[in-house]
């Protein structure tokens, strides 16, 4: 709905390119494309299409909107989850070491990285990577590189929007990390097994890490639409042939159909995932049953 409200339609937008174009000309290419029937009856109509597998065709490029998704989201969904490869990488090892080392040297420096990972905005810093390192004869990848061109090659392609979201994510749950890690380390079980003689590594490892990581768990889940949604941004700042890139066109184009499947796609990805780590709340914790 929100996109139809934008000015202009892709009626407009075809009979631009056609300057002697009629009344009837408009009149044709709305009834061609179904813009000729109420918004409501026009969802009806999609739902109908969407429930038999069938996301419509794009205005723009003239092809399936699923054949359009098969071909991108693969790079979106690499890049997004190099982003939380990296989010983790970065926040689990950070997180436990402020937690276990709390207020010393190591936790505040720790906690000031969460603090900037979480303000500066990914986009901002991928604008000034794309602006300044130029001027000093070095310049990040912008154009795609596939496995057949590579491997080194394609990952290095995605280590820079990856690394720049990976960033922006693991602030967060290096946050989340820390806090549930403090609260697991104050429990009498953890008491126990110190008053034991246990091992430091032992009792991080054995005993509170997996405890702790239930909440982290839940927040890496609603990471992952986060993730996507920022591949929109950087997709099109690195030239990235994914979803992200092809739905900033399609709004531009008022390619409706396309719009509408990337967003739903996109947001069934986010539900399973959710639905994913909900079920592996059980395996974290035995207590935790589904009927």
């Known amino acids: ?32 494309l179904g813009l000729d029937k109420p918004i409501p009856v026009q969802f009806v109509t999609y739902l109908g299409n969407v429930l038999q597998g069938d996301l419509g065709q794009s205005y723009w490029t003239s092809r399936p909107v699923t054949d359009e998704l098969k ?26 070491l402020s937690a276990v080392r709390q207020d010393t040297g190591a936790d505040y420096i720790a906690r000031s990285f969460a603090i900037l990972a979480i303000s500066v905005p990914y ?38 929007p990856a690394l720049l979201l990976g960033v922006a994510l693991a602030g967060g749950v290096m946050r989340i990390t820390r806090t549930m890690m403090l609260e697991v380390l104050r429990q009498d ?33 609603l990471q992952v639409g986060t993730a996507l949604g920022g591949t929109i941004i950087l997709e099109s700042i690195f030239n990235m042939p994914g979803v992200g890139r092809y739905i900033v066109g399609a709004i531009f184009q008022r390619d409706y159909p396309s719009v509408q499947g990337v967003v739903l796609v996109l947001a ?7 639905l994913l780590v909900d079920v592996t709340y059980a395996y974290l914790d035995p207590r935790i049953r589904y009927s």
């Open 1 to 32: 709905m929100i996109v139809r409200l934008v000015p202009g339609n892709i009626v407009e937008l075809i009979l631009a390119e056609r300057p002697y174009a009629t009344e009837g000309d408009k009149a044709k290419i709305e009834n061609d």
């Open 189 to 221: 079980y953890i008491r126990t097994a110190w008053s034991k003689g246990l091992r430091e590594r032992s009792v991080i490892t054995r005993h509170a890490l997996k405890n702790a990581f239930i909440p982290v768990i839940t927040v890496i889940g």
């Open 123 to 160: 986009f901002f810093t991928a604008t000034l990577l794309i602006v300044f390192p130029p001027m000093w004869g070095w310049a990040p990848p912008l154009i795609f590189k596939g496995w057949t061109d590579g491997p080194l090659q394609h990952l290095y392609y995605f280590f820079f």
């Open 71 to 96: 071909q991108r989201m693969p790079v979106t969904l690499e890049l997004g989850l190099y982003s939380i490869l990296i989010g983790l990488i970065v926040a689990m090892p950070v997180g436990l």
């Open 268 to 274: 069934i990805t986010v539900v399973l995932v959710n």
